[in-house]
């Protein structure tokens, strides 16, 4: 089987990152709102809930979905 | 359209005023997800929009009791839209590709496991084709033929890992964790070669 450098690093990019107790994408999304309003109320979201940040660093999907959340929050409240 | 707290949208929206804060919630989600979603839909934006937003609310008014008021209303129910608009836009995008379409050729043959593009340097190349034959053996070894599925979908092909869930008859959390137990596996695997991922990832860098 043939697979590229990229491939590669991403799989060891994501056991890199693997610590023995994460989040699922479920938990993370429960979390999401209040981690958004913390961020947005400029208090600091990644050391109080360091389990989602990880989770949103490691996990492409939640991730893309945590960025669009945050742009669509900002334009509801300006 | 006026501020409710958290408390009146909940009751507005189960009780006589329902039509008029539904319409309201309509208007809050549409303006957030037409600006956060512009750039990633060119084409029939707004209607695409109506569409997430329309069932969004059915999801939210299905879901309201598991609100647990962390977070302002809005703010959670965008959430929702949010997943809404995501699961439907990858449902659409990777709709006509199939798990064996995204998996390298020969995927089930991991020995032996070989670079496309092998660094030109000889002396590194001889040690990439050492990491390859301990990342094959973990690959063919360590982890179940779900868990190689998922994780070349992903790693791979690119497959978002709902898309991947649904074509394994699972979900995502499930799959989250299935995933999990892989890179722990390989984690481990490496530990008990000496290696880390960082020396792995050293012999793999760009050139």
């Given at each position: 089987?043939?697979?590229?450098?990229?491939?590669?690093?991403?799989?060891?990019?994501?056991?890199?990152?693997?610590?023995?107790?994460?989040?699922?994408?479920?938990?993370?999304?429960?979390?999401?709102?209040?981690?958004?309003?913390?961020?947005?109320?400029?208090?600091?979201?990644?050391?109080?809930?360091?389990?989602?940040?990880?989770?949103?660093?490691?996990?492409?999907?939640?991730?893309?979905?945590?960025?669009?959340?945050?742009?669509?929050?900002?334009?509801?409240?300006? | 359209?006026?501020?409710?707290?958290?408390?009146?949208?909940?009751?507005?929206?189960?009780?006589i005023?329902?039509?008029?804060?539904?319409?309201?919630?309509?208007?809050?989600?549409?303006r957030?997800?037409?600006?956060?979603?512009?750039?990633?839909?060119?084409?029939?934006?707004?209607?695409?929009?109506?569409?997430?937003?329309?069932?969004?609310i059915?999801?939210?008014?299905?879901?309201?009791?598991?609100?647990?008021?962390?977070?302002?209303?809005?703010?959670?129910?965008?959430?929702?839209?949010?997943?809404?608009?995501?699961?439907?836009?990858?449902?659409q995008?990777?709709?006509?590709?199939?798990?064996?379409?995204?998996?390298?050729?020969?995927?089930?043959?991991?020995?032996?496991?070989?670079?496309?593009?092998?660094?030109?340097?000889?002396?590194?190349?001889?040690?990439?084709?050492?990491?390859?034959?301990?990342?094959?053996?973990?690959?063919?070894e360590?982890?179940?033929?779900?868990?190689?599925?998922?994780?070349?979908?992903?790693?791979?092909?690119?497959?978002?890992?709902?898309?991947?869930a649904?074509?394994?008859?699972?979900?995502?959390?499930?799959?989250?964790?299935?995933?999990?137990?892989?890179?722990?596996?390989?984690?481990n695997?490496?530990?008990?070669?000496?290696?880390?991922?960082?020396?792995?990832?050293?012999?793999?860098?760009?050139?």
């Open positions: 089987m043939k697979l590229s450098s990229e491939t590669i690093r991403k799989m060891m990019n994501s056991v890199k990152s693997t610590r023995d107790q994460e989040l699922t994408c479920g938990h993370c999304h429960d979390e999401l709102d209040h981690f958004i309003e913390m961020r947005l109320a400029g208090k600091n979201a990644e050391e109080a809930m360091p389990l989602v940040q990880e989770h949103l660093d490691r996990c492409a999907g939640c991730r893309e979905e945590y960025e669009v959340l945050l742009e669509a929050i900002q334009a509801m409240i300006t | 359209m006026r501020n409710r707290s958290n408390a009146e949208w909940l009751s507005d929206l189960s009780g005023n329902q039509s008029e804060a539904i319409e309201d919630l309509r208007r809050v989600l549409k957030g997800l037409i600006y956060a979603l512009s750039s990633r839909i060119p084409i029939d934006l707004e209607s695409q929009v109506d569409d997430f937003v329309q069932d969004a059915l999801r939210i008014l299905d879901k309201m009791d598991t609100f647990r008021g962390e977070s302002k209303f809005t703010t959670w129910a965008q959430k929702v839209a949010v997943r809404v608009a995501f699961t439907e836009m990858r449902r995008r990777w709709k006509d590709i199939s798990l064996e379409d995204l998996l390298p050729e020969d995927s089930g043959d991991f020995t032996p496991l070989v670079l496309s593009d092998p660094s030109p340097d000889p002396e590194r190349r001889a040690v990439q084709s050492q990491l390859l034959e301990i990342i094959g053996s973990m690959l063919s360590d982890l179940t033929e779900r868990q190689r599925t998922a994780l070349l979908a992903i790693m791979h092909g690119g497959m978002p890992l709902d898309e991947v649904r074509r394994m008859d699972t979900n995502r959390n499930a799959l989250y964790k299935l995933l999990h137990d892989a890179r722990k596996q390989m984690r695997r490496l530990i008990e070669k000496g290696l880390t991922p960082q020396d792995v990832l050293a012999v793999f860098e760009n050139e």
